[in-house]
């Protein structure tokens, strides 16, 4: 493996934070079902000016020809470029707590080097505590209670949370890698997975957002903001239940997954992992696997209900 101190640039002045730091990641470009994770940054970012601890070469872990970047064609001229940026920033609470986070396109190349670069980060910013932040698509309905998945590097970190399912074997990503490899160097690491009704896995659903800042909060000890997301979200609800009334069809979609759900509910409060109706394994890796293959098809609504997966 090349050195992966040459991956990044750590800024003049910065200094480990003695009491530990909380790092948040979030890397796009792999599953974000209704862009969860990404409504999440805008949010932790809103009315804020970050300060830049880290930044990383992103000419060696980005493939710029599967993702294009930007650039402006004014008149006769290329007047600019929106060139990705994967930097370290640090952030306040609404406590004036700081935390950190990393967010940006996830690498394209060279996973190893670049976990084995956020290793040493992570020792030298003095992080005790990573946490990673996604949504994925579940057959759930929207009139249900969120659902997360939560897992760690140790059991104690997500007490109190109940498993959906057992085993499952998914598509691999630098987000998943990086809590796997830092858990084995002993690091407390652990992510949320935020459950997405599959029916609105491309349009925005502020709601998922907003479990997962909730849930980071409890987690972390931090105070996340919130206002803005709980406010987007009930314009969704409207949104929504617009297009339900609309369509006896949807309706009908609906009602089925409340039923199935229901039924899981019950099987959890019971203390299993839910009915013989809880999705399977590979009907979860199947969901992700069509989310991560729709991201690219251009002739569907990016929003709103799709077809019936």
Same mark, same amino acid.
């Given at each position: ?160 949370? $109940? ?5 499952? +074997? *998914?598509? !691999? /990503? =630098? ?5 796997? &490899?830092?858990? @084995? ?50 314009? $969704? ?5 617009? +297009? *339900?009334? !609309? /369509? =006896? ?5 609906? &009602?089925?997954? @409340? ?51």
């Amino acid at each position: 493996m090349l050195d992966p101190a040459e991956l990044y640039r750590v800024e003049e002045g910065v200094t480990a934070d003695p009491d530990g730091a909380v790092l948040l990641v979030v890397l796009d470009g792999f599953v974000d079902a209704g862009n969860a994770g990404r409504l999440a940054v805008e949010a932790l970012r809103e009315g804020q000016e970050p300060r830049t601890l880290v930044t990383f070469d992103v000419d060696q872990l980005v493939d710029y020809r599967s993702r294009r970047p930007p650039l402006t064609f004014d008149t006769d001229r290329w007047s600019a470029y929106d060139a990705p940026e994967l930097d370290v920033v640090a952030l306040n609470d609404s406590a004036d707590a700081e935390f950190l986070l990393l967010a940006g396109p996830e690498p394209d190349t060279q996973w190893e080097r670049f976990v084995a670069a956020l290793d040493q980060l992570v020792e030298r910013l003095n992080v005790r505590l990573v946490v990673t932040l996604q949504g994925i698509p579940m057959a759930v309905p929207h009139t249900r209670p969120i659902g997360v998945t939560a897992h760690a590097s140790r059991k104690e970190l997500i007490e109190g949370h $109940t498993p959906w399912f057992a085993e499952a +074997q *998914v598509p !691999g /990503s =630098a987000a998943a890698l990086l809590e796997y &490899r830092l858990g @084995e160097a002993g690091r407390d690491v652990l992510g949320f997975a935020v459950h997405v009704p599959h029916y609105l896995a491309r349009a925005e659903y502020p709601q998922a957002a907003r479990s997962l800042l909730d849930h980071t909060a409890v987690a972390t000890g931090l105070y996340l903001p919130t206002e803005e997301l709980t406010k987007a979200g009930e314009r $969704t609800d409207a949104e929504i239940a617009e +297009q *339900v009334e !609309g /369509s =006896a069809e949807v309706a009908e979609v609906v &009602r089925a997954l @409340e039923k199935q759900y229901d039924s899981v509910a019950a099987g959890r409060a019971a203390g299993g992992l839910g009915s013989e109706d809880l999705p399977s394994a590979d009907e979860l890796a199947a969901e992700v696997e069509r989310f991560l293959a729709d991201q690219g098809d251009d002739g569907k609504e990016a929003g709103g209900f799709g077809e019936d997966r």
